[in-house]
Nanobody
Framework: QVQFVESGGGLVQPGGSLRLSCAASGSIFNIYAMGWYRQAPGNQRELVARLTRGGSTMYVDSVKGRFTISRDDAKNAVYLQMNMLKPEDTAVYYC??????????WGQGTQVTVSS
């Protein structure tokens, strides 16, 4: 089973930017779609963005125009460029296939904190 390691999070002021990276332990070439998910304290994990192998994207309304998902199958990596960050973007961010597998393998995630 492919494992995922997320990185790139941190503390940023409102309006700032971060670029998250997700490194897969194996090939993601055959994974139809990859997604970025986030979980804020007290909330359920939610899908933020997903990208198919063919380049089709989907973003949750709250991040449209601010976040961009990309993937590099040659590097077995997925990225999330986050611009114009808001305090409500504060959460732990994870990557995983979309839709979520029946038995998902979640990494530790990467903490994003947006605060002045």
């Amino acid at each position: 089973q492919v494992q995922f390691v997320e990185s790139g999070g941190g503390l940023v002021q409102p309006g700032g930017s971060l670029r998250l990276s997700c490194a897969a332990s194996g090939s993601i070439f055959n994974i139809y779609a990859m997604g970025w998910y986030r979980q804020a304290p007290g909330n359920q994990r939610e899908l933020v963005a997903r990208l198919t192998r063919g380049g089709s994207t989907m973003y949750v309304d709250s991040v449209k125009g601010r976040f961009t998902i990309s993937r590099d199958d040659a590097k077995n990596a997925v990225y999330l460029q986050m611009n114009m960050l808001k305090p409500e973007d504060t959460a732990v961010y994870y990557c995983n296939p979309y839709p979520i597998p029946v038995l998902p393998s979640w990494g530790q995630g990467t903490q994003v904190t947006v605060s002045s």
